[in-house]
C-alpha cells in the first residue's frame, strides 16, 4: 500500500548542502519520489511510496535532533503522482523573496502568527469575542473551487507578489480585526503572518496543519466550501462526498473543480474547464489563442 507525506519545518540549517545529500540518499534508498527542498531557514517536503518505505525515511529524519519536531501529514496517492525525486537548495523554502528578512529559531519563524486548531478557531468563532477575517494565504487561481466563507483573496499570481500587496493599503480597513490566515498546509501563512504583522496587522492567526487538517477535522462540515487544490497530478481533493462544486467552467458555465492547462503549451496557465469540455481548446486569453493560430 502507498502513500503521500507533506511536511515541513522551520529550523536553522547551518550546512543545507550537506542537508541535501542526507536527504537525497535517504529518499533514494527508500524508493521515494517526490520533492524537497532545503534552505538555511528549514525544509520542505512532499513525497510518494510505500508506507514501511515512507516509515523508514522518518526513522532516519529523526535522528537529526532539529527534525523530531516535523509533523508529517499522510494523504492518499503514491509513487506515481510524482515523476521523480528532486532534492533542491534554495534560498527560501517557500518563495516569498525575502530570504535575508526571514528569521527563524529552534521554534520556527520568529514574530509569526499565533497557531490555532481548527476546533480551538471553531470555539473562538462562536463564542464571537473576536471579529473574525479569514484571509487566503495562497495563490489566486487555487482559491477559484475552494475557500473559506467570506474569505479575502488576495489578487495575487505568485507567492512572492504577497510581499507588495501586503504593503499596499488596499486591506488597512483589516489592521484592527482578528486575521485568521490560511493556506494548504500551512507552511506559507508562517511567512505570511509574518509580514502581515510586520505590516501592522494586530492581530493574526494561522490555522495549524492549514486546510489539509482542517479538513480532516471537519470535513465538509465546517466553514470551507469546495475542494482543495493540490500541487500533483491529482490537481485537487475533497474532504467528502458532500463537497460542493464552487468553480464554473469557463465554456459552458456548469459548476466544476476540473483544472486543465491553456492549450498554448508555452503558457499553460491552469484555467477551470468541467470534464465535457476538456477535450476541446481553450486558451486563457486572445494572446494565447492568436499565439497558437498564428503557428
Request: charged letters at 30%; hydrophobic letters at 35%.
Amino acid at each position: 500500500m502507498q502513500k503521500i507525506i507533506l511536511f515541513y519545518l522551520f529550523t536553522p540549517i547551518l550546512d543545507p548542502e550537506v542537508t541535501k545529500m542526507w536527504q537525497k540518499t535517504s529518499a533514494d534508498k527508500n524508493h521515494l519520489t517526490g520533492r524537497i527542498i532545503i534552505s538555511k531557514h528549514g525544509i520542505n517536503g512532499t513525497l510518494g511510496g510505500r508506507i514501511k518505505d515512507i516509515k523508514q525515511y522518518i526513522k532516519e529524519n529523526k535522528i537529526y535532533t532539529p527534525f523530531k519536531k516535523i509533523v508529517y501529514k499522510w494523504s492518499d496517492g503514491s509513487v506515481d503522482d510524482f515523476p521523480r525525486l528532486s532534492v533542491k537548495v534554495r534560498p527560501e523554502i517557500v518563495s516569498f523573496g525575502i530570504a535575508d528578512e526571514l528569521k527563524v529559531d529552534e521554534n520556527g519563524v520568529v514574530d509569526g502568527g499565533e497557531h490555532i486548531s481548527p476546533k480551538k478557531l471553531h470555539k473562538l468563532i462562536k463564542e464571537k469575542k473576536e471579529e473574525i477575517v479569514f484571509f487566503d494565504g495562497r495563490n489566486s487561481y487555487e482559491a477559484l473551487t475552494g475557500h473559506f466563507k467570506n474569505a479575502v483573496i488576495p489578487d495575487v499570481n505568485y507567492t512572492r507578489e504577497f510581499v507588495d500587496e501586503i504593503a499596499s493599503n488596499k486591506y488597512d480597513y483589516l489592521k484592527d480585526k482578528s486575521i485568521v490566515t490560511y493556506c494548504t498546509g500551512g507552511i506559507r501563512c508562517e511567512v505570511l503572518s509574518m509580514i502581515m504583522k510586520k505590516n501592522g496587522f494586530s492581530k493574526v492567526y494561522q490555522i495549524e496543519g492549514g486546510i489539509d487538517n482542517y479538513g480532516k477535522n471537519f470535513g465538509d462540515d465546517g466553514l470551507w466550501e469546495g475542494s482543495l487544490y493540490t500541487f500533483d497530478k491529482r490537481m485537487g481533493m475533497k474532504f467528502s462526498d458532500r463537497a460542493v462544486d464552487i468553480a464554473r467552467c469557463v465554456k459552458c458555465k456548469v459548476k466544476t473543480s476540473n483544472y486543465e492547462n491553456c492549450s498554448n503549451k508555452a503558457c499553460n496557465k491552469l484555467i477551470i474547464m468541467c470534464l465535457d469540455c476538456a477535450n476541446s481548446s481553450l486558451f486563457c486569453s486572445e494572446e494565447c489563442r492568436s499565439s497558437v493560430m498564428a503557428n
